[in-house]
């Protein structure tokens, strides 16, 4: 059983640009949901998916958008990057229940 | 009533010492209450996890308390070791509910001194 992957690693992006981050939930699981965690602070849900609809919503503007893929894998796209959108993106698998599995995260730097 | 608090900010625990962390919620319709634990670079792992039905959780050195009426829980870590290191996160949710979003505290930085 694999765990839930996202790729890439790192990224530094320039104000204005658009960025893409990829997530491979864990085996098993149908349900990604996407954090923002800002440096010193706790992660900030942004949305989930559940069977390639998006199936809810946290306060994030709609600059920000994803995509689910029929194996359940994941993407977070983000358009007109501005500074304050650096942090550590998070990318979460769940199955039956709550419980929720976080991935390494990608880190993007907006300079 | 999203929020949850999380106390203190910071903690620095003798090994062998016990660790406690606090969180405090507000919407009484969470009934999901996990712990995460984090290291510098890496994402959140789950650490245990409580629902409002039992008081208490223990899963090896670790223990959560739940106070239903007081809208709060804890997480206890026996027997601290430099290893425990790390950035504690309590969160909050809706158990299996349509959007199981996680509400999570600011963290914790826990230092485990040998």
């Known amino acids: 059983e694999t765990g839930v992957t996202q790729s890439p690693t790192h990224l530094i992006k320039t104000r204005g640009q658009q960025v893409t981050l990829r997530c491979s939930s864990q085996?098993?699981?149908?349900?990604v949901s996407w954090y923002q965690q800002a440096l010193g602070q706790g992660p900030q849900f942004i949305f989930q998916y559940y069977r390639e609809e998006e199936n809810g919503r946290g306060n994030f503007p709609p600059r920000f958008s994803g995509l689910q893929f029929p194996n359940y894998s994941s993407e977070l796209n983000v358009n007109a990057l501005e500074l304050d959108d650096s942090a550590l993106y998070l990318c979460?698998?769940?199955?039956?229940?709550?419980?929720?599995?976080f991935g390494p995260g990608t880190r993007l730097t907006v300079t | 009533q999203q929020q949850v608090k999380q106390s203190p900010q910071s903690l620095i625990v003798q090994k062998g010492g016990i660790s406690i962390i606090n969180c405090a919620y507000e919407n009484t319709a969470f009934d999901y209450f996990p712990w995460y634990q984090q290291f510098p670079g890496k994402g959140p792992a789950l650490l245990i996890a409580i629902r409002p039905d039992v008081s208490e959780k223990k899963e090896g050195r670790f223990t959560i308390s739940f106070n239903k009426s007081a809208k709060q829980f804890s997480l206890h870590i026996m027997d601290s070791q430099p290893g425990d290191s790390a950035t504690y996160f309590c969160a909050a949710s809706l158990y299996g509910g349509a959007t199981n979003k996680l509400i999570f505290g600011t963290g914790t930085l826990l230092a485990v001194q040998p």
């Open positions: 085996s098993g699981h149908n349900t």
């Open positions: 979460a698998s769940s199955g039956q229940g709550s419980e929720q599995y």
